[in-house]
């Protein structure tokens, strides 16, 4: 598996698999049946590491990168998906929105604690009729008053909006000006009135790390808190979303070989006519099929996270790996039910939830059909896929430019 990745590969593996084992898996049955968050796991990841690889160590991350980033995600999933649901909050679309477009006193003020788990993050910009279009039919607005804005309106599907502590909303700054008109805001709805978020239940999804809709009554968010110049959210979500499509494309990966796993063990144990099923062809066609898959999965997720790393332009190659996982895992979740039978619905059995957690990762950061649309509109010449590459005026984690700002040294 990491026999042409770098040897640290392994040993980061080894200390995430190691953490689901002995920190994770035993315990988060217990928080589902009490529909607990578990904060105080979620703050012993940050403090194993699993949140801060793709930030530098000046603002408490690893520096380890995107491809680290990648299998933490894999590894994760694979062992409990439900847990995994963290990441993109802890690690991704939040802190990085903030790391792009704050200032070095919201980095620094914001961005550490993400990372290190003691506080609960968000991104919110999907709202109900906002479709593929989320930006440009955005209806939330935020209207300046005095040093606060005043934000109105309602967002759907905010992962973790109903224990958050800090997050980043996006709204109208200027309705008539389109996805030009979209602002970005630091939010901290547990210390400004207006914030409302219900869960939203999930059919087969955890109760414990809750999906939100989100009503927004006058929100009050300082003008301190914007990130960038009003009409920058666009820049600013766009740097943050190609890392997400990578990280859910991991996370896919992870629950389709746990799919794999489970009915590899299942077609040894389980007997039929005197010997296990998987010595019958019929269960051997599908192992193949999902071992094929798989790998072919693994290769676009890591090609992916290593052309970021290299600061490539990866937004068509992100596209293709969330694509090509996230058909992996539904292809795998299915086959895994059949070879359990009747027992593949059954709650004991986590490939009854598995098939679940592969159904969003076909929606969730990027719908299936709107990866299928960026990818055939650059084979066919009509939008370049990589064409927000190097978008200017943001930083990068990867070249840690915020030190570079603090120590007054100018930024590329």
């Given at each position: 598996m990491d026999a042409l990745l770098p040897e640290e590969i392994g040993a980061i593996r080894d200390t995430v698999n190691r953490f689901m084992e002995v920190e994770v898996n035993p315990v988060m049955d217990d928080f589902e049946a009490s529909g607990t968050f578990p904060r105080d796991l979620v703050k012993k990841a940050?403090?194993?590491?699993?949140?801060?690889?793709?930030?530098?160590?000046?603002?408490?991350?690893?520096?380890?990168?995107?491809?680290?980033?990648?299998?933490?995600?894999?590894?994760?999933?694979r062992n409990d998906v439900r847990f995994?649901?963290?990441i993109n909050q802890q690690s991704s679309t939040c802190p990085q929105c903030i790391y792009a477009g704050g200032t070095v006193e919201q980095v620094m003020k914001y961005v550490p604690p993400l990372l290190a788990g003691?506080?609960?993050?968000?991104?919110?910009?999907?709202?109900?009729a906002g479709g593929s279009d989320p930006l440009g039919a955005m209806k939330t607005t935020a209207k300046r008053d005095g040093d606060v804005y005043r934000i109105n309106g309602s967002k759907i599907f905010a992962s973790m909006a109903n224990e958050t502590d800090v997050g980043v909303l996006l709204a109208k700054t200027d309705p008539d000006a389109g996805a030009n008109g979209v602002s970005a805001?630091?939010?901290?709805?547990?210390?400004?009135?207006?914030?409302?978020?219900?869960?939203?239940?999930?059919?087969?999804?955890?109760?414990?790390?809750?999906?939100?809709?989100?009503?927004?009554?006058?929100f009050v968010v300082p003008a301190g808190n914007r990130l960038?110049?009003?009409?920058?959210?666009?820049?600013?979500?766009?740097?943050?979303?190609?890392?997400?499509?990578?990280?859910?494309?991991?996370?896919a990966l992870g629950v389709a070989r746990a799919c794999f796993e489970d009915a590899v063990r299942y077609?040894?144990?389980?007997?039929?006519?005197?010997?296990?099923?998987?010595?019958?062809?019929?269960?051997?066609?599908?192992i193949?099929?999902?071992?094929?898959?798989?790998?072919?999965?693994?290769?676009?997720?890591?090609?992916?996270?290593?052309?970021?790393?290299?600061?490539?332009?990866?937004?068509?190659?992100?596209?293709?790996?969330?694509?090509?996982?996230?058909?992996?895992?539904?292809?795998?979740?299915?086959?895994?039910?059949?070879?359990?039978?009747?027992?593949?619905?059954?709650?004991?059995?986590?490939?009854?939830?598995?098939?679940?957690?592969?159904?969003?990762?076909?929606t969730g950061e990027g719908t299936a059909n709107v990866q299928k649309i960026v990818i055939a509109e650059d084979a066919l010449g009509y939008k370049v896929a990589d064409r927000h590459h190097g978008l200017t005026g943001l930083r990068d984690p990867r070249k840690d430019d915020v030190a570079k700002e603090r120590s007054g040294t100018a930024v590329d």
């Open positions: 940050g403090a194993t590491g699993l949140y801060g690889s793709v930030f530098p160590e000046s603002v408490g991350g690893t520096d380890m990168g995107y491809l680290v980033a990648s299998v933490i995600s894999e590894e994760m999933a995994s649901a963290c003691e506080t609960i993050g968000m991104m919110s910009l999907t709202e109900p805001f630091i939010v901290e709805p547990k210390k400004y009135p207006g914030f409302d978020a219900r869960p939203i239940e999930m059919q087969g999804l955890s109760k414990a790390l809750r999906t939100c809709a989100v009503f927004l009554d006058d960038g110049e009003e009409g920058a959210g666009f820049k600013i979500v766009m740097r943050a979303l190609q890392p997400g499509r990578v990280t859910v494309a991991a996370k077609a040894n144990e389980r007997e039929l006519r005197g010997r296990p099923i998987g010595k019958f062809q019929m269960i051997q066609s599908e193949a099929e999902m071992a094929v898959a798989i790998e072919a999965s693994r290769a676009l997720v890591y090609e992916a996270a290593q052309c970021m790393d290299a600061d490539l332009p990866s937004n068509r190659i992100a596209s293709l790996a969330k694509y090509h996982a996230s058909q992996t895992a539904k292809m795998a979740a299915d086959k895994a039910q059949q070879i359990f039978g009747g027992y593949g619905l059954a709650v004991e059995y986590r490939v009854s939830w598995l098939k679940s957690y592969a159904d969003l990762f076909f």
